[in-house]
């Protein structure tokens, strides 16, 4: 299918002349840091009858009984800390890669800071691994390859970096789950140096996402408009189609403080297709595998409130996970999938 311009985007490539960036430059090393208490179970303390922690734990699980035996982990995109330093207590060393230098700062800084050991990060784009051939014996990516200029080339490199026998579990942003053909959504993101206006662009099928950035300069005019849009977003929601004011209306309102634009585009995957392209890439077992989050999160109601200890309700999740690792899942839910480098 043809890749249709909508009104806002055309304005956009029209009136900024956008150049190409990527999507660490232009959007990972933008968004905002988390602050100290963003890590469940190290910043706080872990609490089972909160859904978010319940959920979060059984992710853990997941990555654990899947890669069972590993014990030098590759962590592909470990963003600000999330997987890697919560597998710190599953697997004996773990190494995280990620192509925006912001998120490896601050992602150091949180296992200096919360005293993981066993745990080191590197600035590293997933397409040229700085690493031996067979140097680990597990990897884990979470909406990592998605975010890469070419998917293909990281799942060639993390197959090349895998001992033989060894596993890869993905978890991404899966496009089946996508409710319309296209989606349009607005963010915002405050440099010191620039002031940030994002569209994103969400097809489903063929799966794939365009973002642009659109620059203007942090006068204290402008952080008032910011200021006002981000209102007028939490209030009426993301969509610019739906909200003219969030989009065109702005843009047109300030178009004389644009300082720049950029934008880049993304393949995104459904499990089938993320499947296939692993197959290609040469891993075999490539299994579409029930996220034991997924349902965790089904059985949440009945274990809420329970009378089970934290102790207790991990070793549900933990049992859940070793049958969920053993369980295909359809195609067409957006689930995660396992590979393994053949021998």
């Known amino acids: 299918m043809a890749k249709k311009y909508t009104v806002l985007e055309t304005w956009i490539v029209n009136e900024t002349k956008p150049v190409e960036s990527n999507s660490a430059e232009q959007t990972y090393n933008r968004l905002e840091t988390p602050p100290d208490g963003g890590l469940p179970f190290f910043d706080e303390a872990q609490d089972l009858n909160d859904e978010l922690h319940f959920r979060e734990e059984a992710e853990v699980c997941d990555f654990g009984a899947h890669l069972f035996g590993a014990e030098n982990v590759l962590d592909i995109g470990s963003g600000f800390g999330w997987p890697l330093l919560r597998l710190s207590k599953v697997f004996s060393r773990l190494t995280g890669i990620d192509a925006s230098a912001r998120r490896v700062k601050a992602c150091a ?35 990592a390859f998605e975010q890469t200029p070419d998917p293909y080339q990281a799942m060639r490199e993390v197959f090349r970096v895998l001992k033989p026998g060894s596993k890869l579990r993905v978890h991404f942003e899966s496009y089946d789950r996508l409710e319309k053909p296209l989606t349009e959504r607005v963010f915002l993101t405050d440099a010191d140096d620039i002031l940030g206006y994002h569209y994103v662009l969400q097809h489903r099928r063929p799966a794939w996402e365009r ?8 006068t204290p005019e402008m952080r008032d408009e910011f200021r006002k849009l981000g209102e007028l977003v939490e209030r009426l929601g993301d969509n610019p189609a739906q909200n003219p004011e969030l989009g065109m209306q702005f843009l047109e309102r300030n178009q004389e403080r644009v300082s720049g634009a950029s934008w880049y585009e993304l393949e995104h995957f459904t499990s089938l297709t993320l499947k296939e392209s692993l197959e290609e890439v040469g891993f075999v077992n490539v299994r579409v595998a029930w996220s034991c989050a997924s349902l965790a999160g089904a059985m949440w109601s009945r274990v809420r409130g329970s009378d089970l200890t934290s102790e207790q309700m991990r070793d549900v999740l933990k049992g859940l996970a070793d049958v969920t690792a053993r369980i295909d899942a359809p195609a067409g839910l957006g689930e995660p999938v396992v590979a393994t480098r053949p021998r």
């Open 109 to 143: 800084a949180n296992a200096e800071r919360l005293g993981v050991t066993n745990v080191c990060v590197k600035y590293m784009n997933a397409t040229e691994l700085g690493f031996e051939d067979g140097s680990f014996d597990g990897a884990v990516a979470v909406k």
């Open 211 to 218: 973002s642009y950035m659109v620059k203007f300069e942090p």
